[in-house]
Every structure is written in C-alpha cells, then in structure tokens.
C-alpha cells in the first residue's frame, strides 16, 4: 500500500515516510502514544474505511452491513471478555466525545459533575471551564493534595457530600499513581451520584490485570484505545447492563454519525492482542520501565510529583531545576527525545508554559526495552536538562538517541532513518 502511494502522491508518501522515520529515531515518551502493531495498522488501513455503518449490529440505515456486524460485534465482545464488561460501545471517535456520551447517558445539561480539575491532572472533558464538559454541566472540581501530589480521598469525599454530584468522574491523564476505583465508587454511592471512570491512559494496565479495574465499580468506564491499550485511534465506552440504551443512544445518534468502521477493525484487532500473555508481560515491563525511569531521575536530583510512579507516566516538576517545562521539552525534541510539557498541581505558572514535564514508557516498552534502556533514557533526559542552553552537547545527545534507537525497530517501521552515525 505504501509504495502504490508512493506512487499516487509521492509529496504524502515523502511526508509519511519522514514521519515514520522519526517515529523510529526517536525515543517516544509522550504517555499517550504507542506504537501500534502491523496488524493493527492493516486492519485501521484497510477497506473498511469505505463503509458506512450508521446505528449497531443488526439494527442499521443503510445496506451492506454483512461483515460490518460481524466486525462489531466482535469488537465489543472482546471488550466484554478482555474487561469483564456487561455491556461495550465501540463507535465514540476519541475519548472526549466518549466522555460527553457518558455523561450524557447519566445526566441531563445543567446538572453537577465532579472531575478531577485539568492542572491537577484531570482532563479537559472532565469539566475544564474550556470544555463544552464544564460549560453544560455545573462542574465541581477536586484537585490532589498539595503536599503528596496523591489523591485524598476524604478531601473528595467531603466535597461531593456538599456539591452531591449527579456524576463523580474518576481518571486522569497526568497522575502517577494507581487509582482506587473502589473507594471512588463508595464515595458516589454514599451521595447518590453515578460514578463514571475515565481509563483513557491505564486501560492497557487495567486489561492486563496490573491496575485495578473500575469495571466493578463504575456505572460507565470510558477510554480511549490507542495509549497504553495499543490499538488505533479511537475511543470506547463500557457500561452496567442497566445503562446500555443509555449509552448507546447517547453515542448514536446523540453525539454522533456514522461510526469509523476502520477505526472500529482495528480495535478488534488490539482487543485479541489485549487478550494474551504476552500482552500482559508487555504491560508489567511497562510499569518496570517506568519505576526504573523515575528512580533514575531521582538520582540525577529531579523532583518528581507524588515521589514516584505506580504506573507508565513520571510527572517531573522542574521548579528546582529552574528550567520551564517547555524549554526542557523543546531541548529535549532537539535531542529525538519527545515528551510534553505540563502543568504540575498548583503550577505558579502558565498552561502554556508549565513547570512540568510528562513523561511515560508505553511507547519505548513496545519497542522492547527494558529497565536498562529506562535508566539510560533518563541518564539522556538529564544530560540535555544539564546543558539546555548548549547546542553542541544536544546535538551530540541526539547523534546517540539515533544510534540507541536504530537497535529497537519499530512494529511498523519501514524505513531506516538515513542520518544514522554509526
Ligand atoms: N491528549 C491526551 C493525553 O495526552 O493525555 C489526553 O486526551
């Protein structure tokens, strides 16, 4: 398929393989990639792409749908397996359309939902101001305690017993640390709230049993597919029995049109691979990875927020490194290292330009490294942060991020960096 494009449209084939080659050059850390399998990448790429599939399994507008129901159907009962999920929807487009479906399968505009707030390590659909989350619904937020960058759970508490939400949501997507669903579930069920559970970033740990699921606790689980789950980009929603009109109704035709039935293939596919041994090592080496990552930077002096990591993301607040989290991150990306800067709970400074930097280890573990590439990542990480203003040192950081990179192909890689030094 890819050399027929090249063919086609040499100027997108250039630009894809450009990409792909820095995909392979590079070490990957923004928390939310991964690198998905070939698989995956054919089912996403294939003709499914073609078909309009608007409504579910069985009950659709349009002709055609032989092997889009089976397809789907299949789709949510690996879900259901790999989850322990009642009832699954495949259809939402990203995680944040599959947020706005949660909550709108639970609760009408104008009513109180309570998230995690976006700097404390929420995310912008679980009621930021800015969201359409936080400006149909009464949004309460909850932030993490100051002194241990972790959850208080009586602090939550607390505060849904005066706001008595209509929804409690539960996930983040900057927060290092395991998530107790259980106790976010006691807390709903104490002021009658449904508890909706955001898994976007932990939903391949959760599937490989190293994270405690929501599943058990949560009215409504949502998440995207595509971080540490590997499958392609999209979203998903797992609800109780009782709440499957709901959602489904929710997802189609409330927020929207025609599924992406590509999108929907792939998942599929990554939800068999999700279903296997090694996919479960995978996971475990990812959390490996990450412990050995921060312990690492700890060494070398950097802070990082709750003390540590419980799961694939190190949140490190630069505060005492006096370096602002873009510029690190900007040095960084000059040395084929790529992460993101981001704000750290109660952050003195801007969004745009926090005091933070987020990192996690999906990505890297695809690629099959172990702790020793963690800590030699790290070692990289400090050597750039040590000379962010020396060119020369991270131009010199970046000729060996190449080589160290060139001995960990990629599962789709199809193309060699050229400007490998060997
Ligand atoms: N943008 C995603 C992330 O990077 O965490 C969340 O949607």
Redesign the pocket.
């Known amino acids: 398929m890819i050399s027929a494009l090249e063919q086609y449209d040499p100027q997108i084939y250039e630009l894809i393989k450009q990409e792909s080659a820095r995909q392979s050059g590079s070490i990957r850390l923004?928390?939310?990639e991964n690198y998905v399998s070939k698989a995956v990448m054919l089912a996403t790429g294939s003709c499914l792409t073609n078909k309009y599939a608007e409504g579910y399994p069985g009950k659709r507008y349009y002709e055609g749908q032989k092997n889009t129901d089976l397809i789907e159907t299949l789709a949510q009962d690996r879900v259901k397996k790999v989850f322990g999920a009642e009832h699954a929807n495949v259809q939402p487009y990203s995680?944040?359309i599959a947020n706005m479906a949660a909550y709108l399968a639970l609760a009408k505009p104008g009513d109180t939902i309570m998230g995690l707030s976006l700097p404390h390590g929420g995310?912008l659909t679980h009621g930021w101001k800015v969201s359409l989350t936080g400006k149909i619904f009464n949004s309460v937020q909850y932030e993490v305690d100051p002194a241990t960058g972790m959850f208080d759970y009586n602090k939550i508490e607390e505060l849904a017993k005066k706001h008595k939400p209509r929804i409690i949501i539960s996930g983040a997507?900057?927060y290092p640390r395991q998530i107790d669903f259980e106790k976010f579930g006691e807390i709903a069920k104490s002021v009658g709230a449904f508890l909706v559970s955001d898994i976007?970033?932990i939903a391949g740990l959760v599937a490989a049993g190293l994270h405690q699921s929501p599943v058990p606790y949560a009215d409504v689980v949502s998440t995207?597919t595509h971080k540490t789950l590997r499958g392609p980009r999209g979203g998903m929603l797992m609800s109780k029995a009782e709440h499957a009109k709901n959602v489904d109704k929710a997802v189609f035709p409330g927020l929207q049109g025609g599924p992406h039935m590509h999108t929907i293939t792939g998942i599929a596919v990554a939800l068999a691979e999700a279903d296997t041994p090694e996919f479960v090592n995978y996971a475990g080496q990812i959390i490996k990875n990450s412990k050995a990552m921060a312990e690492k930077l700890l060494e070398h002096g950097f802070d990082l927020v709750s003390g540590g990591t419980d799961n694939h993301l190190i949140l490190i607040d630069l505060r005492n490194k006096n370096i602002p989290g873009k510029k690190l991150a900007k040095a960084l990306n000059a040395a084929n290292i790529v992460t993101?800067c981001n704000s750290i709970p109660n952050d003195p400074a801007p969004p745009f330009n926090p005091s933070g930097l987020r990192i996690g280890t999906a990505a890297v573990t695809t690629r099959g490294m172990k702790e020793e590439q963690a800590c030699q990542i790290a070692d990289y990480i400090n050597e750039v942060a040590e000379n962010v203003e020396n060119e020369a040192v991270i131009e010199k950081v970046g000729q060996q991020v190449l080589l160290f990179c060139s001995s960990f192909p990629v599962p789709e890689h199809f193309i060699v960096p050229n400007n490998v030094k060997k």
Do not use: E, R
């Open positions: 923004i928390a939310s995680g944040s995310h997507t900057a976007a970033h995207t993101n």
